[in-house]
């Protein structure tokens, strides 16, 4: 296919409206910080990065994978099975919905001991938790469809709702951290009701309890929990030790300096989404000696990134430093001794991402979710002792270890599962063309 042909195409047209609406609902709440900075205290900031903390986990139990599963099974089914199944999906997280409710009925003092975030707000937590995984099925419908268009309006409103409310109650109404995350709930909550609306309206919804679908789902969602509670882990257990071991400001000021890490995110997260296609079809030749040679290419270019990550790391880590000097409320300044840190561990995670697709290549998921799995247990114990010992600075110090233990765990699977020529320059050019 031409350049011409590929830019005019729609599979072109659709990834650019997926990757800028991914930047914008990325780069928005970190590029608001710096205003909010001046309206929130450390404490309030922290709170708002438990509530987040929680949110995600709950998320994780209520989706229960519905939108994968939904997925997988778009192109299987006809559109009226489609609909019976999407409303089992949904039944399925109304369900979760409320048996996460009555455990927080339960256990809410021991949960606010935790992340600090009172009694209604946990409730109204899992209503959006739920209201986010309606959107969701609604939004991959679209993607499936290939309506990048419409997926793109939808979701930059529901940011743009998010953020106006959100600004309008911590600014005009001064609510403090509530007002932050009121913008959150009633965005989450009105899109979902909105997009259940949606799924009626355009056939996705036939009510049909079936006890097949729910076992289908739960098949398909279950084994994929304890993957993404390891990635939760990673995340979010830092800040939940933060605010027991010591309170929500110190977690407000680490969970601001930790977002300077998204600055890399990004930018590695957009390169992989390019590498991995050109990745994939460059070991796919069968002829011996273009492989030998597209390995060698590969191999350069994995090197040549992780030397421009260093220097990223770097660069970036004196911007951030600049950023949160000059643009930051001087209540937040102490943030920086974490700046460096969330970046070298958003670094490490971008030379991960250099070597795993090896590993998907070779489809050896399983020894991957293994290897997630072990480092994400290793993070719990490591940040705890780190943070009671370090205070703050120990939940950064765990993170950057964990990030580093897990590339390199990656690293040396990769070769193991797909051989390629990593020491070319002590080989003197000599490739292997072993598999």
Known sequence: ????????????????????????????PFLILPLLSYYLVPGDYGIIANFNVLLAIVTIFIMIGVDGAISVNYYKFTKDDLARYIFNACLLTSIMTVAIIIIF?????????????PRHYLFL??????????????LSLWRLEEKALN???????????????????????????????????VAAMSFGLFSLILL?????????????????ILYFGIPLIPHALSFWIRSGIDRIYITKFINESATGLYATGFQFGTLVSFLTLSFNNAFTPYLYKSLSVDNPEELNQNKIKLVKITYFGIGVLIITCLLFTLCSNFILETFFSSKYIQAKEFVFWAILSQTFQGMYLLFVNYIFFAKQTKALASITFFCACLQLVLSY??????????????????????????????NKVYNMPWLLFLERGKVKTKK
Not at 105 to 115: A, K, N, Q, T, W
Not at 154 to 181: C, D, F, H, K, P
């Open 105 to 117: 009925s339960l256990f809410h003092h021991l949960i606010y001991e935790f992340v600090k975030v």
């Open 1 to 28: 296919m031409s350049i011409s042909k590929l830019i005019t195409s729609n599979l072109f047209k659709s990834s650019l409206i997926y990757t800028f609406c991914d930047a914008i609902n990325k780069a928005v």
């Open 385 to 414: 002792f780190a943070i009671k010992t370090y205070g703050p600075l120990g939940g950064a110090y765990s993170t950057v270890i964990i990030s580093f233990v897990n590339f390199m765990m990656v690293a040396f699977f990769s």
């Open 200 to 216: 009626y309206r355009r056939g996705y919804l036939k009510i049909n309890v079936d006890k097949l679908y729910i076992k289908d």
């Open 151 to 185: 997926f793109g309006v939808y979701e930059i409103s529901q940011t743009v709702v998010n953020i106006g409310i959100s600004l309008l109650l911590v600014i005009s109404y001064n609510m403090g951290w509530a007002g932050r995350v009121d913008g959150m709930l």
């Open 125 to 138: 937590l899992v209503l959006m938790a739920f209201g986010a995984t309606i959107t969701s099925i609604n």
